[in-house]
């Protein structure tokens, strides 16, 4: 008997999905390592935790293998999937991690400095822990490499967007996922235009029509677009030639626009959107007008890109928990077919809108997405 292992690394976090090996990997253990540093803490779907020390991603993926011993019962972990952040211009598929491979992700590193780097301490704890296995690569990038050349490019020099230099769009796991959740049950909207609100600590969102990426809020890095938990989202560049000017340097200013911004710099409290909902401090309020207005924004351009609007789906950790902020993005947009059920939005169930535009809330799981990039390659 067989198995896959999943590994999706952060910054901060190491979370993980063992599956049978079929078409359509069964799930057989989910969790993650939370916290990375001296007070790691180990979590396993269905509320079991436990606290494990100190613990890099090596060895996070220690305490992951005692963990899920008991859920592969003889099962040998035949092929390993991984979620890489960026691919660059010359990776989209799914592929097998080789050496070359590996020393060309390195390369775009400062293109994803809070995740391709963890992204790949993970592969490498991986290669160290199973030498046998396949090692799958999927990329966040992949789900909208076929965007038209407007929604790709900046106006700069062309020999830059040769070199490179271009709008990528990020979280492509988390649209892939929702993407095959429309294919399966609401084949029709599948078939017109949907923006997916991926809402979390990092947030973007993206057009999908006739279930292909055509724009996305993120661009060349993760920066671009929304507010996050901790990054800017959409800047005037002249702000940055500012800070320049005043004397920051690019450590300075990267440390500013991914560790220190967004929802937690505009509060000055937290990233974290529950404590800003719970607080009654006017700079969290002010945040989450700030936020809520971006999301607004984004939904009016993205559905302007597609000629109109079929359904707005809402995922990511805010998106699917925080019943308020889905509340006040769909409030005052009947202009736009969109309306809301205020029971069924409470409640956090599937369906909530009431207008002619559906509205629908998903749980996403890049996990899956992984499991089946693995499966396909074991099962070839």
């Known amino acids: 008997m067989s198995a896959i292992l999943t590994l999706n690394a952060g910054s901060s976090s190491l979370k993980f999905g063992v599956y049978q090996v079929a078409e359509e990997p069964g799930l057989l253990l989910k969790g993650q390592v939370e916290n990375l540093g001296p007070l790691a803490r180990m979590k396993l779907q269905g509320g079991e935790a436990w606290d494990i020390g100190p613990a890099d991603h090596a060895v996070a993926l220690h305490e992951i293998l005692k963990a899920i011993e ?34 060309k992700l390195r390369t775009l590193e400062p293109l994803a400095p809070l995740h391709q780097p963890h992204n790949l ?70 078939k017109g235009r949907v923006v997916v609100a991926h809402l979390g600590n990092g947030a973007s969102m993206c057009a999908i029509k006739g279930g292909q990426s055509v724009s996305s809020t993120m661009g060349f890095s993760a920066l671009d677009g929304l507010p996050m938990g901790t990054r800017c989202g959409q800047l005037d560049p002249g702000v940055i030639l500012y800070f320049m000017a005043q004397g920051m340097d690019a450590n300075e200013i990267s440390n500013m626009l991914y560790n220190d911004s967004g929802l937690k710099g505009l509060s000055g409290i937290s990233h974290d959107m529950r404590t800003l909902l719970e607080s009654e401090d006017p700079h969290a309020a002010q945040a989450i007008d700030y936020y809520v207005f971006r999301i607004k924004r984004e939904l009016g351009a993205l559905s302007t890109v597609m000629g109109g609007l079929d359904g707005l789906v809402f995922s990511g950790g805010i998106g699917e928990h925080a019943a308020p902020i889905r509340a006040r993005v769909v409030g005052e947009m009947e202009f736009m077919g969109l309306s809301l059920n205020a029971e069924a939005n409470a409640a956090g169930e599937t369906r909530i809108g009431t207008g002619p535009v559906e509205v629908l809330v998903i749980p996403t799981d890049e996990e899956r997405v992984i499991a089946r990039a693995v499966a396909d390659a074991l099962l070839v």
């Not at 990038?141 to 271009?166: C, I, M, W």
């Open 121 to 190: 301490a993970a592969v490498y704890a991986a290669q160290k822990e199973f030498p046998e296995s396949v090692q799958i690569a999927c990329f966040d990038t992949s789900f909208h490499r076929h965007h038209p050349f407007v929604n790709d490019t900046y106006a700069l020099p062309y020999k830059y967007y040769e070199q490179g230099v271009r709008r990528y769009g990020f979280h492509g796991l988390s649209y892939d996922y929702i993407t095959s959740c429309l294919r399966r049950d609401w084949p029709e909207l599948y």
């Open 70 to 103: 008991p859920a592969l019962d003889g099962r040998v972990v035949m092929g390993v999937g991984h979620r890489i952040v960026h691919g660059g211009k010359t990776y989209g598929d799914p592929l097998i991690l080789t050496e070359e491979i590996l020393a």
